[in-house]
């Protein structure tokens, strides 16, 4: 079972020591018989064994056990990795100490085309991206310029490894379960612990099983199985779960097309989403350049990538997909989870308010912009063509999932035709999935009400264009491709005619190539760190008002939580993009001062009426005006108010951004009570020393009252105890008071955060070894 190293074949290839992690496994396995899941093997493997830590595999908990692991790997994107590199340095720690690399992706503002858009980030973003390298080479990181692509596609064609295990401070990082890697996303925080040589610490996680059976037909597509896993356990039924794929149609799918599903399991708040090892990862490997790898992970398939025999009674819960009958799906507006198979998708319209026509198109993101995703759209494009139409109806837009794509999709002409049939080729990056878009077709600001589809992701309100007013819809990018050609939302390529310039004409299911005949390299990109990078500099302007050097903030001050005001009491979906959202704000990522202004300001706040220009909105305390929610925060700062947040279901879904939970820290919050937390969001808000605490009683939502105020009892150090619940005393304008039980997650090493004021703050008082 060992592997063969030798001079030219190390024990540690990309980072993953295959070696290290069978030996782990033979210990634990020493303690039990029993079969272990894919997931299982791949967390274990990867548990911290030295400093006397010793784990029992029957004492495992799933959904409470915290586990400590060592990742293989870490990665960051702009938009994270300035307040991530900014806490590294706050550390005083000379060099990471896991291999680390930085995505230059999410600031370039798309709207010309990828090489004005790239001159324009180039010129905006300087001081970041000279700090990102600057810092990068200093503490040896890798980074990736402007132009090398999206990182979730960049790390698969470069740092993939079957078995590994990378966090990324991005909630798509599961994208590398499509090559076998288990990805977790993780906030800033985490992943400065990662850096540091620090364990890093995950609940361990329950299981899903996903069996395919059967095999994809005709217009059907891996974005389907997961539009519809989405449907069923909806944007929560994920959360503190790994979803797991087995059985024979695991076996028929692409590897990149694989990641498309595990990239998604972000949407249904999953914790990674894993592969079983596949002919076609050894496909892709040997494509990329990285045959070694496919060999070396064909040594260890059965003991490691691949689930125990028997281990599917230890699933929590399974799932059945027959491929064969599987429908091609529309997921939206507004909600990923929101799945329509093709076949529902008129009925569903005939019975909304969404507008019909469509307004754009859009291929790309870090779930649907591979070789193969470019590919379908030729073919399609190609049978317009046939049929007499040249052009799509609608603008399309294009992003390649990185520049080794770009180049081979220029070299091969598949950029070209995309381009006469009217798609502007945008450069490799976020662009408007993440809001990074300067869009000029609609009134924006005025908040025109028109509909967008994609292959995108995520699909939350403003999501790609700061309008709440856009109906956003993800699909595949063949359906995306077929309904530009209709220029409507009301359309189903399957059964319906396009009515072309020359004639009418149906469009057949694409047949793509899986990869192509061979990958070009493209431009270089890549920043190696230097082997030592004592004698660089990193320099932070006190003036900018794009970075800021971070204060630690203070340690937890003993009555703190006694009669907060409420700040707003947030009603329905509540996601780290209304928390901090993204578009126009991202150039403040590196400032936390400046970025707090945006704190809440999509939130639905259920004090005020139902009207969308009260959104973000509340009333402040101290003067009873109606303001926006981070200045009434700050007044009431300044005035030595404390304030509370109260939340819905699921508050701080979707991405792992800290700022989230930076924000209401910085302007002086306390707690967070909420009916449910994003597991992400949960544990940045415990590292940045807020309290997320829940309510026992999820009905006590209702009773929380506009000019409520609540104190916390039994939260002092030495009273806050793993399991032990809060009391919340509510104080009511008429002088009434009421009690309730609140629960919390904190383990006994969370709540040293607590009390010395952030995670960071108690790293510092650590000697790391
Ligand atoms: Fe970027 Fe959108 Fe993926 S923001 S990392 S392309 S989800």
Redesign the pocket.
Known sequence: RRLATSSTSPSKILGVDYNKQLAVLDTLKKQSERPLTLTEKLLYSHLVMDGGREWDLEKIDRGKTILELRPDRIAC?DATATMALLQFISAGLPRVRTPTTVHS??LIISEKGATEDLKRASSEHAEVYDFLSSASRKYGIGFWKPGSG???TVIFENYGMPGGLIIGT???TPNAGGLGMLGIGVGGADAVDAMSGMPWELVAPKVIGVKLTGQLQGWASTKDIICKIAGILTVSGGKGSVIEFFGPGTQTLGATAMATIC?MSAEIGSTSCIFPHSPSMDRYLAATKRDYVAQAANNVRDVLLTADEGSQQYYDRIIDIDLSTLEPHINGPFTPDLAHPLSQLKKSIAEEDWPIDLSHAMV????NSSYEDLDKCRQLIRQAKAAGTSKFKVPFLL?PGSEQIRATAEADGILNELREAGAVVLSS???P??GSWDRKDVDVKGKEKNSVISS???NFIGRHDSNPATHSFVTSPEMVTAFAYSGRLDFNPITDEIIGSKSSFKLEAPNAEELPRRFESGLETFQEPPADGSSFSVTVDPKSDRLQLLKPFDKWQPGSTKDMEVLIKVSGKCTTDHISPAGPWYKYRGHLENISHNMLTTATNAFLPDDPQLLGHTRNPLTEDIDVVPEVARHMQKQGVRWCIIGDNNYGEGSSREHAALEPRFLGGTAIIARSFARIHETNLKKQGMLPLTFDDLADYDRIADGDRISLIGVEEGELQPGKCVTMRVASKDGSTWETQLNHSFHQGQLAWLRAGSALNYIKTKTIG
């Not at 790309?364 to 779930?367: A, L």
């Open positions: 994107h992706d999410h999206i990182i979730h991005d909630s798509h990239n790309g993101s870090c779930t992003t990056s976020c662009g999935c993440v995108y992701n995520r």
